[in-house]
């Protein structure tokens, strides 16, 4: 059983910094894609950033040039870089990876579907 715990949300005003980091069991990063979405009140759950197998990662549009996904294998970790925070930023972020029977990312924008592996998600508040 694959088990994912994000830390690192906060409060912060319009325009600083956060990283999230999600630390997984077992030695599944190098292996499997893995993903930060995040759910804003009344909103449906989105995808934010992806890294596929070979490190490629992916953005949505809204957190391009802005949040940056990396992951240590050694440290079984995987984090993402938020800068330029903005207001529309608040939500609870997850992390979450797929099954060993279709570990690569799929293709095109971040999106919730066929990541069955879920984190219990960290709040993040931007204040303008």
């Known amino acids: 059983q694959v088990q994912l715990v994000e830390s690192g949300g906060g409060s912060v005003q319009a325009g600083g910094s956060l990283r999230l980091s999600c630390a997984a069991s077992?030695?599944?990063?190098?292996?499997?894609?893995m993903g930060w979405f995040r759910q804003a009140p009344g909103k449906e759950r989105e995808g934010v950033a992806i890294?596929?197998?070979?490190?490629?990662?992916s953005y949505a549009n809204s957190v391009k040039g802005r949040f940056t996904i990396s992951k240590d294998n050694t440290q079984n970790t995987v984090y993402l870089q938020m800068n330029q925070l903005k207001p529309e930023d608040t939500a609870i972020y997850y992390c979450?990876?797929?099954?060993?029977?279709?570990?690569?990312?799929?293709?095109?924008?971040?999106?919730?579907?066929?990541?069955?592996?879920w984190g219990q998600g960290t709040q993040v508040t931007v204040s303008s």
């Open positions: 979450a990876t797929r099954t060993i029977w279709a570990p690569t990312c799929p293709g095109g924008t971040p999106r919730p579907t066929g990541f069955s592996y």
């Open positions: 077992g030695n599944i990063f190098s292996r499997r894609c």
């Open positions: 890294i596929d197998t070979d490190d490629t990662p």
